[in-house]
């Protein structure tokens, strides 16, 4: 099955990096996803990376794929105590016998930033 | 804002009752997603319709149903409502069937 993990909580200080790791247990997926969720809001498209790349930099964030170990992190640099928000990580699978690409989100990882 | 709306915004009723939420994907976007967000599941795809045909269907139960009109809003029909029906939905739309999906701000649905 289609399992998707992220720690549930971090904590930095604002000015530090914040680097949110997930795990992913689909060697198929196509694209990895970031989202972010506000308090009371919906879910905010952040960034994506294809499986064929390592690496993706867009402004303050920084997206990192290690395919061999199933492994996409998130770096956001200089964080901000608007970056104060819940982060999902979610992979996009083709949907068995649909011919259609579903996404498996994880639980989302808590982003806290201390001023 | 991700051009996709939702309403309404907030819905309470009781156990027993049946719903109706509604969604109007980006101009252009031709695939409707639905998601529902709750604390002890976390985000769990429910239908797709694309172009107003049921596409994908994920861990939708049999009391609820939805449909894709032809002006390419759609609805997701919610009946019998049970306390744990309490949750977020989302609606989520993307060009095609393998795009990236862009989410609505969601509707909470409070059963009671």
């Known amino acids: 099955g289609e399992d998707v993990e992220q720690s549930l909580f971090l904590s930095v200080r604002e000015g530090d990096s914040s680097v949110i790791n997930c795990t992913y247990t689909d060697s198929s997926s196509t694209y990895l996803y970031w989202y972010k969720q506000e308090p009371g809001a919906g879910l905010q498209l952040l960034t994506y990376?294809?499986?064929?790349?390592d690496m993706k930099q867009d402004q303050r964030l920084t997206v990192l794929l290690n395919k061999k170990d199933k492994h996409l992190s998130l770096r956001i640099a200089d964080t901000q105590t608007g970056d104060s928000a819940i982060y999902f990580c979610?992979?996009?699978?083709?949907?068995?016998?649909?011919?259609?690409?579903?996404?498996?989100f994880g639980k989302g990882t808590k982003l806290s930033v201390i001023p | 804002d991700s051009g996709v709306t939702q309403t309404p915004k907030h819905l309470i009723t009781a156990t027993g009752q049946r719903v109706t939420l509604r969604c109007s994907p980006r101009?252009?976007?031709?695939?409707v997603y639905w998601y529902q967000q709750s604390l002890d599941q976390g985000l769990q795809f429910l239908i797709q319709?694309?172009?107003?045909?049921?596409?994908a269907k994920g861990n939708i139960l049999e009391r609820f149903s939805a449909q894709q009109f032809p002006d390419l809003h759609s609805e997701l029909n919610l009946s019998s409502l049970e306390l744990g029906d309490s949750a977020l939905y989302f609606c989520?739309?993307?060009?095609?069937?393998?795009?990236?999906?862009?989410f609505g701000p969601g509707t909470r649905l409070t059963v009671l």
């Open positions: 101009s252009g976007d031709l695939s």
């Open positions: 979610a992979e996009s699978l083709l949907y068995s016998g649909a011919g259609s690409y579903q996404l498996t």
């Open positions: 990376i294809f499986s064929n790349m």
């Open positions: 319709y694309y172009n107003g045909e049921e596409r």
């Open positions: 989520a739309s993307s060009v095609a069937w393998g795009d990236t999906q862009y």
